[in-house]
């Protein structure tokens, strides 16, 4: 019986090997260079439904036999790297582990199988050890390299619990020899069609990756089976549309009998092209079935019967392509698509490598620097130049504005939520006597248009709804006075809801300024791990402290606000006034409103100045300032002690105090319609307009309806604004504004309620200008500025710098990580090696 070595022939004592040598060997060198590693260079790939006659392809290609048997076909990937050596021949069989349960390996291994291999007849045995190592993969390896060829012939091959069908993981055989060409091919498992859905999608996704690219397609297509049920040829359609790598081999045509005539026709026309045609067309050759196999029948002999057999066999003999049949023609074919496909894709390879050397160089880029400096001085200066960093996002600088702005935005939402909630106090006495729009009650800032279309979501406090109130908190009181706790009560009330914003302000803050020092360690730390793992804990720790300290603080703003008190007397007795002015006009018709109608009091309540000339008055006139002053606002009350020498000669109205009145509140309320009443105890008489007497306290005239106002009436009121207050300028009465005319009022019949109304009011802005500044202050001193305070001195001691055991601690901290070091090495020899390549791609001529 011939030996293994002379019943195969090889590439390279074919026309294919010789005519393909020179790009063969270079391809060789470029695969000695590694650049399989990173590039797709040129292989043949041999696909097929299972059973279709790969493994004869395979076998004159590569001078080797492999397993054939029924049940020990390829069921994974095998993957042939010949290579030309001047040594003797030798085969060394490695397993590439790149899947485990299906799932891709982050590490793909490499690990050889077996001794190194130089006798031919010892491959084959050694292939079937492997494959079934590769279908066990929870079986060690080692036990299936050792068994001896009668365990093998046997089939008691160990087995794992998770045997497997087909298999992703690589068989690798390395040729190497003086009479073999630089050549990778791959056979892959038949394509199976009649097996659980999960194995035909495994071994179909592995063939899709294999024929991608600019592999050699071999399509093996048996002629027991008609071409419309071969699904590798539409798998290669797939990946090679202009079918410029693929070519159809047709096998087994000795199985079509005598009395299959149409079968062989039909047959007949695929392979002239007349039918399915593919660019390079197909070939037909016929390969030793079992019986001959199993005679051990030469390589010389198979191909003597190949060729006796296309010559006798009708249709074959009389084909016109008789170029197309048997093995020698297709081998010849190949050496012309190979040489073809290599001189396409090296220009391809070239623009690879300069593309993948520039992606390199840029992840190279991105990569740190290896640390030179003394370990304890660079981890000293990079912790202070990241607490300098962080002193700046808090303090603010022109390049960091980020924190502070965040912060200023969310102390301004602050100040909105505190300003809402300022007291609903409505000068009217429910709502079915106030205007539409009370928008100017219930905000603070009258001036914000937005107000106008906002809705107030809280309870809005109506004349009697205070009066209510009052009534409810009356426990031992004199006649007369309101109680205290029914004042408190109202301020409590509006302060109910300042701890639920100014604790949300903090939290706000917090959050920005927790992702700000996140950011910020990230940028400085993120490559010392080590180094992180120590930073990263201080830092919140230290916020969290800082974050405790502030919310006691803040509790303890607002807690001071619970005891009303003020020593900015001015400004709250200004505001009191403003708001009972405010509260006045309202009840007096000479505010906003459009449907209210105030009360009217007794004329004896009214007081007038006469302007006619009369003598002079005997009485004489309190130069001092000050006295005037509270004069004027005795008088602007109806104080019966006004000085006598400012009234006229008519009979002076005497005012009437309106707890004095002798009506009734409902009765007040229901003469409201009249604009003017009997005259008082004292018989006085109204001023007539012909005595030239202007009143301060005159009842408004009935109500009109609206006219909208005109710049001559604005002009108008305005002169007499201004004549008014030089009037009262003349009397004395200085410093008084247009809006002290609402005290002019006559005393109303919820006077004790819009007084109560007015020092809330006036107290709710005095707490409210307070509470917006110092929470913020308190945030920004207790939280922001003493974490950057503590932090670098917080560092150091965690660090542990300035100890005996320092410089030891900080080259563990500044140890670079694993993976950066690896992939540093890893692009570093991908340059170097992508490099080798483009300098040897340039020798070649390209």
Not at 236 to 255: E, F, Q
Not at 684 to 697: D, G
């Amino acid at each position: 019986m011939e030996s293994q070595s002379s019943r195969h022939a090889t590439l390279l004592d074919s026309d294919y090997g010789k005519s393909s040598k020179e790009l063969i060997e270079f391809v060789g060198q470029l695969r000695a260079l590694g650049a399989h590693i990173d590039l797709e260079l040129p292989r043949i790939v041999v696909i097929g439904n299972q059973s279709a006659g790969k493994s004869s392809l395979v076998e004159a290609i590569s001078g080797i036999s492999v397993p054939r048997d029924a049940g020990t076909c390829t069921r994974c990937p095998m993957e042939c790297r010949l290579a030309h050596s001047s040594e003797g021949w030798s085969c060394q069989i490695k397993i590439r582990w790149e899947y485990q349960d299906n799932k891709r390996l982050d590490e793909v291994e490499e690990e050889d199988f077996g001794p190194l291999l130089t006798n031919k007849d010892d491959v084959e045995p050694m292939l079937r050890r492997a494959q079934a190592a590769v279908l066990n993969p929870d079986v060690d390896p080692s036990k299936f390299s050792s068994l001896s060829e009668e365990e093998l012939k046997s089939g008691k091959l160990p087995k794992g619990p998770k045997s497997l069908l087909f298999s992703r993981n690589v068989v690798c055989v390395e040729l190497k020899g003086p009479e073999l060409a630089d050549l990778s091919f791959v056979d892959l498992p038949g394509i199976v069609q009649n097996a659980d859905p999960e194995v035909v999608l495994l071994v179909e996704d592995l063939v899709r990756s294999y024929i991608e690219g600019n592999s050699l397609i071999l399509v093996t297509l048996p002629m027991s089976d008609d071409i419309e049920n071969q699904k590798a040829a539409r798998l290669a359609k797939l990946a090679d549309p202009n079918g410029s790598r693929t070519i159809g081999v047709l096998t087994k045509p000795d199985t079509l009998t005598a009395g299959s005539t149409k079968a062989r026709s039909l047959w007949l026309e695929v392979l002239e092209s007349r039918r399915h045609p593919l660019r390079h067309g197909y070939y037909c050759t016929r390969q030793p079935d079992d019986d001959e196999r199993m005679r051990g029948i030469s390589g010389a002999d198979a191909r003597a019967a190949e060729l006796s057999f296309f010559q006798s066999t009708v249709p074959w003999s009389s084909s016109t392509h008789q170029h197309r049949f048997g093995t020698a023609n297709l081998v010849q074919n190949l050496s012309t698509l190979l040489t073809q496909i290599i001189r396409e894709s090296l220009p391809k390879i070239l623009d690879q490598v300069a593309l993948q050397l520039e992606s390199c160089n840029a992840q190279l880029e991105k990569l740190p620097p290896p640390i030179t400096a003394e370990p304890t001085a660079f981890v000293l200066a990079l912790v202070t130049s990241f607490c300098a960093e962080l002193e700046q996002r808090v303090r603010g600088s022109p390049s960091n504005t980020a924190l502070v702005q965040s912060t200023r935005r969310t102390y301004e939402t602050f100040k909105l939520n505190i300003r809402s909630s300022a007291p609903p106090f409505v000068p009217y006495k429910d709502q079915s006597q106030a205007p539409r729009d009370i928008s100017e009650y219930i905000r603070i800032d009258t001036n914000d248009r937005s107000a106008r279309s906002k809705k107030y979501a809280g309870k809005i406090y109506y004349l009697e709804d205070v009066r209510a109130h009052i009534s409810s908190s009356i426990t031992r009181e004199l006649p007369g006075n309101v109680p205290y706790a029914a004042k408190l009560a109202l301020l409590q009330e509006f302060q109910s809801s300042w701890q639920v914003s100014a604790l949300g302000c903090f939290e706000e803050v917090q959050d920005a300024f927790k992702e700000s020092v996140k950011a910020l360690v990230h940028e400085y730390f993120e490559r010392y791990s080590a180094l992180k793992t120590v930073v990263g804990p201080v830092t919140l720790e230290l916020i969290k402290t800082c974050a405790d300290t502030t919310v006691s603080q803040l509790k303890t703003v607002l807690e001071l606000e619970t005891s009303p008190f003020t020593q900015n007397y001015h400004y709250f007795q200004e505001c009191r006034d403003k708001w009972l002015s405010k509260y006045k006009d309202a009840r007096a018709g000479k505010g906003p409103a459009k449907r209210v109608t105030p009360a009217v009091v007794a004329p004896a309540a009214l007081f007038s100045f006469n302007q006619s000339p009369g003598p002079a008055s005997t009485a004489t006139v309190n130069t001092d300032p000050k006295t005037n002053a509270r004069q004027a606002k005795r008088s602007m009350f109806g104080d019966p002690s006004l000085p006598t020498g400012a009234i006229s000669q008519a009979p002076a109205q005497t005012p009437v105090p309106a707890r004095a009145q002798t009506q009734s509140a409902t009765a007040l309320e229901s003469s409201t319609e009249s604009a003017q009443t009997a005259p008082g105890p004292n018989n006085a008489q109204p001023v007539t307009p012909s005595a030239k007497i202007f009143n301060f306290a005159t009842p408004p005239p009935p109500r009109q309806p609206a006219v909208p106002s005109t710049t001559a009436n604005d002009t108008s009121r305005e002169q007499l604004v201004k004549e008014t207050l030089a009037n009262l300028a003349k009397l004395g009465y200085t410093g008084i504004q247009e809006e002290d005319f609402g005290k002019l009022n006559p005393p109303d019949i919820y006077e004790e309620e819009l007084e109560v109304m007015a020092e809330v009011r006036a107290y709710f802005q005095v707490a409210y200008k307070r509470v917006i500044d110092y929470i913020p202050l308190s945030i920004d001193h207790h939280f922001l500025y003493a974490f950057a305070r503590q932090l670098q001195q917080q560092l150091f001691e965690r660090l542990g710098l300035g100890t005996a055991r320092s410089a030891e601690r900080c080259s563990d901290y500044i140890a670079e990580d694993p993976n950066i070091v690896a992939t540093r090495d890893e692009l570093l020899t991908k340059k170097r090696r992508l490099e080798n390549v483009q300098r040897a791609l340039f020798s070649f001529g390209l």
